[in-house]
């Protein structure tokens, strides 16, 4: 039985398919730190902290890019990274028909027109993702353990996208004066 792909309608349908698959980048994050943390503050420290709970409930929460709410209970490495690399295979597919059909894209036009890599999309949309919806502020302070960091840092994305030190250490020149993203002030 084959299945045909359905490209994307419009513009605005692509950036909530890439916007969904960032939170599921997240997702894998803050399951990486509650692994190698695994202690937590304690209620000393309330408004200077953000609770486990807290975190949960914005992880549970639907939002118009992330359609289903999840269980922060049944979060675990291999389905969060499995349901990421079917998005990623879907938006591929889909994006591709959609060029093909003569929709334009206006995220791949923004990624042509200044050379983005796919790494460089990636850190736009981690930064984009407070500006829509400031739940993300909470999270993004969660996983870089500092309630004034409402915004994320150039470890934080890189620590996201980045597997190895050694690919860390080659992607920081996205975050160089001349990048494509900065020069441009698209972050």
Request: glycine fraction near 4%.
């Amino acid at each position: 039985m084959s299945t045909t792909t359905v490209g994307y309608q419009n513009s605005l349908e692509h950036l909530l398919a890439e916007l969904e698959r960032i939170d599921l980048k997240l997702r894998l994050q803050v399951l990486k730190m509650r692994s190698l943390s695994g202690c937590s503050a304690g209620e000393g420290l309330r408004g200077l902290y953000i609770s486990e709970e807290e975190i949960d409930n914005i992880l549970t929460t639907t939002t118009p890019f992330r359609n289903t709410a999840s269980n922060p209970n049944d979060m675990s490495f291999e389905p969060l990274e499995e349901e990421l690399r079917q998005a990623e295979l879907e938006i591929q597919e889909r994006k591709t028909e959609s060029l093909q059909q003569g929709f334009t894209l206006r995220l791949e036009q923004l990624c042509q027109m200044f050379h983005l890599t796919p790494l460089e999309l990636d850190a736009l949309l981690i930064c984009l993702l407070p500006e829509l919806d400031l739940r993300y502020e909470k999270l993004y302070s969660y996983l870089q353990d500092d309630v004034t960091k409402k915004r994320p840092t150039i470890g934080l994305v890189l620590d996201m996208l980045c597997p190895s030190f050694e690919d860390k250490l080659a992607a920081r020149k996205c975050f160089e004066p001349q990048a494509p993203l900065i020069k441009p002030q698209l972050l």
